[in-house]
């Protein structure tokens, strides 16, 4: 490709984008990361599991292996990047999750699998290894046993969950941890990331619980306060701090409610991953649901296929739940007005308040994606650049998708997409003055996405807010200060 037509074309979409001659909603034709429940059947009975079924058998219904291919045909079809296969519990049905994990890799796609890690065995860790899996979120209920088993109505599970993260580490496996913050174990969040440290779990995960929506008359046992929801977020901090372990939430938070961004600046990424238009689930009988904890349906994709069944959801990703307070705040975009099921769970609408919401004035500290000046010093210098290989691209209508890894997915402008591409095919580096020269902190948000990289740049970039998009911050190109 002709590298002068690319640079005048990054000029020139740059000063429409300045001039805001260019302002369209941008709509996805697809989602990026597909949640696909492979079976209903569990062996626990979690009391916040958000599954009606889950006081009946367990779940019956699974995928079939031809059903399972139809729908890696359409994931491949739409552009997916990444898959995470879960339940009901993945495990219960072993061999059509290797299955899945093999023929998704074999496609090109990433992937991932949820499971309450139980029902793991040695083998059953090597054989999924060698169908490409690498990472696996396992659940922590809570650091006292007896808790653990009431709240998953399953005797002995406590033992079951450490065994089983025992077992997948010592072979091989990634393993990250998933928990909930309720009133009851708030005060063994430290705690319990300290012995998952020391197991060797890479990520402690802790939120809120989003009471079930079949629960709304009911929900105090699920339902905790701002305060609480803080003190959540700071036990994760101070774990980060004592052990260096990766900490963050898998629940979206009002970025108002955290008000420091900088402190808390591990968890503005989040996000909603639904009304972003990243996220779209399907159940283990085709059935589908914009987010995983939402019982209204929007169609089978068995019967009319992955893109009209996204279509549908087009209420959750062209703002129509914002709510209405949010408006005027300049982070309105990254935070997408808190928790929409929450929202949903607390008020019956989906454009409600979410319960922890305060407002755009408690916003006291903004959140800066580039935190040290020397990589753009060292980018303005000359740094040599590359494309890694493992970075995909999606054309979209005005726009391109870049896939990082696995789910994390940024927008960027087709004109640098097609500058990047070329890059990457020919393997060759750049520096600044091909992308551009007053183009530095773009490269530096790439940089600190870890989208593109450099040899030539010393300093350790800390990707705090690890899925925040740039082009959603208040600023496109946020500076340092």
Same mark, same amino acid.
């Given at each position: ?15 429409? @984008? ?132 009431? +709240? ?15 077992? @997948? ?19 063994? +969040? ?84 639904? /009304? ?10 085709? /059935? ?135 890059? /990457? ?57």
């Amino acid at each position: 490709m002709d590298k002068t037509f690319l640079l005048e074309r990054l000029g020139f979409n740059r000063m429409l @984008a300045e001039n805001q001659l260019i302002k369209k909603e941008r709509i996805y034709s697809a989602p990026t990361c597909i949640n696909l429940e492979i079976t209903e059947a569990c062996n626990i009975k979690c009391r916040h599991c958000y599954n009606p079924w889950r006081e009946e058998s367990a779940g019956s219904n699974s995928l079939t292996k031809e059903k399972m291919d139809y729908l890696i045909d359409e994931f491949v079809a739409s552009g997916v990047f990444h898959v995470i296969l879960s339940g009901g519990e993945p495990f219960a049905k072993f061999n059509l999750l290797e299955y899945g994990i093999k023929r998704l890799v074999d496609e090109g796609l990433s992937v991932s699998c949820n499971s309450n890690i139980t029902m793991v065995t040695a083998e059953k860790i090597k054989r999924l290894q060698d169908a490409g899996l690498d990472h696996i979120l396992a659940s922590w209920y809570a650091l006292d046993p007896e808790e653990t088993d009431y +709240i998953t109505a399953t005797e002995g599970s406590h033992q079951q969950v450490l065994e089983g993260i025992k077992i @997948a580490i010592e072979n091989g496996m990634r393993v990250s941890v998933n928990t909930i913050c309720t009133n009851n174990n708030k005060d063994t +969040i430290y705690k319990s990331g300290k012995l998952l440290h020391e197991l060797g779990v890479q990520q402690f995960i802790a939120h809120r619980v989003v009471p079930p929506a079949y629960d709304r008359d009911d929900d105090q046992e699920h339902r905790i306060n701002k305060e609480v929801s803080l003190f959540g977020l700071d036990e994760l901090l101070r774990l980060k701090e004592d052990t260096g372990m990766a900490v963050g939430t898998l629940i979206s938070y009002p970025l108002c409610l955290l008000g420091d961004l900088e402190k808390y600046a591990d968890f503005v990424g989040r996000g909603c991953p639904t /009304q972003s238009s990243h996220r779209f689930n399907i159940n283990s009988s085709g /059935q589908t649901h914009g987010c995983v904890m939402e019982d209204k349906e929007y169609g089978n994709v068995f019967d009319i296929g992955l893109k009209k069944a996204f279509a549908a959801t087009l209420p959750w990703r062209d703002k129509s739940y914002y709510y209405e307070g949010c408006k005027g705040c300049d982070y309105i975009d990254v935070c997408q007005t808190g928790c929409r099921m929450d929202a949903f769970a607390a008020t019956g609408k989906m454009d409600g308040k979410d319960p922890l919401f305060m407002g755009k004035e408690f916003i006291v500290k903004p959140f800066k994606h580039i935190q040290d000046p020397k990589v753009i010093e060292s980018i303005k210098n000359g740094a040599r650049i590359s494309v890694p290989d493992r970075i995909r691209f999606r054309k979209e209508d005005g726009f391109h998708l870049l896939n990082i890894r696995w789910a994390n997915t940024i927008e960027i402008e087709d004109d640098v997409a097609e500058f990047l591409k070329s890059y /990457q095919k020919s393997g060759e580096t750049f520096t600044l003055k091909e992308f551009g020269e007053d183009r530095a902190i773009e490269l530096a948000n790439l940089i600190y996405k870890d989208a593109l990289v450099s040899e030539d740049i010393p300093v350790v970039v800390k990707k705090r807010g690890v899925s925040v998009d740039p082009a959603k911050l208040p600023k496109y190109f946020p500076t340092v200060t």
